[in-house]
């Protein structure tokens, strides 16, 4: 019976003609739809990953020079007033973001706002403090975008913990 079944299965093979060969129209189509659906799905995901890796160069920016700036008032009296005083290899303007430092002699504060895609890019600021003879770090994300200014960071110098203002993400 195995041996009727190839023979038959050969002989349907061989005696398909040429024009049943392929694809049918409606299957192509499906075909297409699916992938449409995919690429619908994917490409915003792609987009937001675009701005997030972005978006890593501001957060290593600001979390380098709030370390900078630690290790900088250890050794002396004060915060640094400029990002060449720091000497850690960075300049006020990255590829997609500008850093401006604010030095003093108990806060620090550094602002990174997004030079491209301001309309996906958000902005960054990070404060080191002396809370008790001890530095603390902060860093505080705008939520809302575009982001057309830093945040804001409330800096109260009796409190030991910085806070970002209403629209704005605490990191520490």
């Known amino acids: 019976m195995k041996s009727e079944f190839q023979a038959k299965f050969l002989q349907h093979m061989l005696g398909r003609k040429k024009s049943e060969k392929g694809f049918t129209l409606i299957e192509l189509l499906v075909v297409i739809i699916i992938i449409g659906i995919l690429a619908a799905i994917a490409l915003p995901s792609f987009l937001n990953q675009a701005a997030k890796s972005k978006q890593s ?102 409190s030991a913990e910085a806070a970002c203002g209403s629209k704005e993400a605490i990191m520490k």
């Not at 604010?102 to 301001?118: E, K, L, N, R, V």
């Not at 530095?135 to 109260?156: E, H, I």
């Open 57 to 158: 160069e501001g957060k290593t920016t600001i979390g380098a020079v709030n370390r900078a700036q630690q290790a900088y008032r250890i050794e002396g009296d004060s915060f640094a007033d400029d990002i060449a005083d720091l000497k850690i290899g960075f300049t006020t303007q990255g590829t997609h973001y500008k850093y401006v430092v604010d030095g003093g002699t108990d806060t620090s504060f550094i602002t990174a706002i997004a030079t491209t895609d301001t309309s996906t890019l958000a902005a960054y600021k990070g404060t080191v403090r002396v809370v008790g003879g001890l530095t603390r770090s902060y860093t505080c994300q705008t939520v809302a975008l575009p982001a057309a200014a830093a945040p804001a960071v409330t800096d109260d110098a009796t």
